[in-house]
Structures are given as structure tokens and as C-alpha cells.
């Protein structure tokens, strides 16, 4: 083995240094210039069931994620991740919402509420609930917290829909199981109406 440096590797520990060098000073002055554009803050409090949370959260997070990832909600789901299954449904001021395609800073004054959030204190479980364990709403469960939800927001804005509007209503839930008319079932009943 020689111990000499070749010329060879001489130019490429120059290019390889150079380049190492040119990105820190890049890295630095990209960070620079977002502290003086006001970069967005990571460390932010959000309303979530009735509490204020802090919480670390990156600038293009979902809600979803925090909810799940950061906050350990988990009753909220994500199916698709792309806003078309219902599965992470919450309510955002009393709105039906995909949580996967929220994000997260964009709640900062607003009130989320999850699944989790529906039960009293005292462990009463929401009518909603309890209706769509009364007519086995559920089959395999992983759209469930999706379809409580959007029942839940059908119920306090029209708290006697027919069946027609509940079924518009809770169309933005896909149920893979195909229970949708057992959910229908529990939205009647959760009215006090025949199902």
C-alpha cells in the first residue's frame, strides 16, 4: 500500500470538503432567513376535547397525525390519508372534517373534538355511541369512529333527519364492511326514531 496521496485523491478530499462546506453554509443561511420571514412555530397549544394541549408539531403536519402520533388519540383513523374514506373524521368547531388533509397549525384557535371526547365523565357513553352499539353498527370497527362522528354532527344541526338525510349526511364515511344501513340504523335510533 502507498502511503503517498495521489493526486486523485487529493482533488476528490477538495470536492468532497467544498461540497460538505457549501451545504452547512447553506443549511445556516436558509435557517437564518426563516427566523427573519417569521417561520412557523413548532411549539404551538391547540383545543382538543375541551383541553388545551401543547404540543411539538412540524409545518406541514396533519391533524391526524398529532392526534394519533403525538397526543395518543387513536380512536381517530387513517385509512386512505387522502381525505376521500372518513376514517379520521373530527369536528373542527362543530364541522364535519378529514383530519388527514387538516393541518394541524390551522386549528390553533379552533375547537377539535375527537371520539374520545364524546364520552361523559362520569363514562356515560354519547346516544350516538350507545345507539350504534344497540343496533351492532360496527363490523369490523375501523370506520366506526369515522361514521360516530359525522352522526354526531347530523344529530346536533337536525337532531330529527329522515333517512334520507342521514344517509347524505354520513356519505362521506366508506364503510369496507358494507354496515352502512346498520349505521343508519343506529343514526335513527340515536334520534329517538324508529329505525
Known amino acids: 500500500m502507498n502511503p503517498q496521496l495521489s493526486r486523485r485523491r487529493f482533488i476528490k478530499a477538495v470536492i468532497a470538503s ?7 453554509s447553506g443549511f445556516h443561511s436558509a435557517l437564518a432567513q426563516d427566523r427573519s420571514r417569521g417561520a412557523v412555530e413548532r411549539l404551538i397549544s391547540i383545543n382538543v376535547n375541551g383541553q388545551t ?27 386512505c390519508n387522502r381525505g376521500e374514506c372518513g376514517a379520521c373524521t373530527v369536528l373542527i368547531d362543530g364541522i364535519t372534517n ?18 374520545e371526547g364524546l364520552q361523559a365523565s ?4 354519547h346516544p350516538v355511541q350507545q345507539a350504534f352499539i344497540d343496533e351492532l353498527s360496527p363490523q369490523c370497527g375501523f370506520c366506526t369512529p369515522g361514521q360516530v362522528m359525522s352522526a354526531v354532527a347530523l344529530l346536533s344541526e337536525n337532531p330529527t333527519p329522515t333517512r334520507e338525510e342521514a344517509r347524505q349526511a354520513m356519505s362521506g364515511n ?10 343508519l340504523n343506529g343514526v335513527m335510533r340515536a334520534s329517538g326514531q324508529n329505525s
Open 18 to 24: 467544498s461540497v460538505a462546506a457549501a451545504s452547512n
Open 53 to 79: 394541549r401543547r404540543v411539538d408539531v412540524a409545518p406541514q403536519e396533519t391533524l391526524a397525525h398529532t392526534l394519533r402520533y403525538k397526543l395518543s388519540l387513536t380512536g381517530t383513523k387513517i385509512g
Open 98 to 115: 378529514y383530519s388527514c388533509s387538516t393541518l394541524t397549525h390551522s386549528v390553533r384557535t379552533r375547537a377539535v373534538k375527537t371520539v
Open 122 to 125: 362520569d363514562g356515560t357513553l
Open 174 to 183: 366508506l364503510c369496507r364492511c358494507g354496515a352502512y344501513d346498520h349505521y
